[in-house]
């Protein structure tokens, strides 16, 4: 348990923690349902976004933005 914490520790050091922030169906602008999980991407934030079939796309931000927004 303490080498959990330890890690969670150094991760928020880092400066972004994204343990357990899914999102879980959302529907697009082309009105088919998605979940997006965040992920750092080259250093930036981004979300991995599977549709109900299971394809996934990483998009930046601003990307996933356009398209959820």
């Known amino acids: ?7 969670m520790e150094a991760k928020k ?3 972004l923690s994204l343990y357990g ?3 879980s169906n959302i529907r697009a ?3 088919k349902m998605y979940s997006a999980k965040p992920v750092l991407m080259g250093g930036k ?3 991995r976004v599977e549709d109900e079939f299971g394809a996934f796309d ?3 931000l601003k990307k996933f ?3 959820f927004g």
């Open 65 to 67: 933005a356009a398209k």
């Open 13 to 15: 050091m880092k400066g």
């Open 29 to 31: 602008k082309d009105g």
């Open 21 to 23: 922030s899914e999102i």
């Open 1 to 7: 348990m303490k080498d959990l914490a330890t890690f």
């Open 45 to 47: 934030l981004a979300y």
């Open 58 to 60: 990483t998009l930046p």
